[in-house]
């Protein structure tokens, strides 16, 4: 890594290597990249302070492109590389890149137990239902009857739906964007920076090789404002072009309601980014199939909580020890039993 200048304002270019960046020309991973780039210097952290840790896959070639420290480590095992990290230098900022194939296939238990035990961590998991690297097979989060290399005839596989996977596993922050709503992906992004735990960020990439228009429904202009639902914490659901549709409880059901037909929104469901329960409705609200009709799919913060940290926690048990009883590594080495060689 290049010599930092913690004396002078950092700006994108600061954190661009002199690496050529080698993904297919198109691929969203070029966006995530350069809005990654654009944030860190208004976080205020010196590159010889952060680190960026990755596992095998498209994604994974991230540190490669970041002018921070880093690690491009294993497959599905970023997340425990970034744990023995965190834990051992606390003081840094650990970011870890991983895709879906990568964290949550080979390595979705490293994924689930890094989130319960709530290291300071940000998960980036950038989402393109495929394995790009490895040409075209199906991952964990493609769709059944998926027709791949790997699968001729249509997968049998039902998806996991990452998000309510993290909740699941009792993540402190959980949250999506994609790939091309640069803006607000730069907001997740501070956003889950700013989160003391393991904050989880779901990126909805476009892979134009293998996959390509996954996700078009939610990012073309004549699709996206009825497609999708930007949650802000303390205001209603609403959506559509002129938020002339919003979404309301019937019970524990979500239900799309037409804003000036006997609806205003005041009657819609009003976003608490606390709430566990009403965010374990809205990570589910696109395939529950109990659900009917159409829904939006949800972008934003779903929830957030406190919980100790993990390496907060260790630190502490680690001095409480000490104190407990001091070491003396001579005398252990020693040992009961001494002999004297004259």
Known sequence: MSETTTAQALTAKDFATDQEVRWC?????YSILAQVQKVMPSLGIPRENIAIISGIGCSSRFPYYMNTYGMHSIHGRATAVASGLKAARPDLSVWIVTGDGDGLSIGGNHT???LRRNFDVNVLLFNNQIYGLTKGQYSPTSEENKITKS???????????????TLGADATFVARTMDRDPKHMQAMLIRANQHRGASFLEIYQNCNIFNDGAFEIFT????KAQETLFLEQGKPLLFGANNEKGIRLDGFTPRVVNMGEGFSADDCWIHDENDMYKAQILVRIFDDPKIEGHLPRPFGVFYQTERPCYEAMLTEQIELAKAKKPADLDKLLRG???????
């Open 25 to 29: 020309p198109g691929c969203g991973d």
């Open 151 to 165: 699968t001729p005839m249509g997968s049998i596989d039902h998806p996991f739906n990452p998000l309510a996977l």
């Open 220 to 223: 073309e202009k004549a699709t």
């Open 336 to 342: 009961n039993e001494v002999w004297v060689i004259n």
């Open 112 to 114: 689930i137990h890094l």
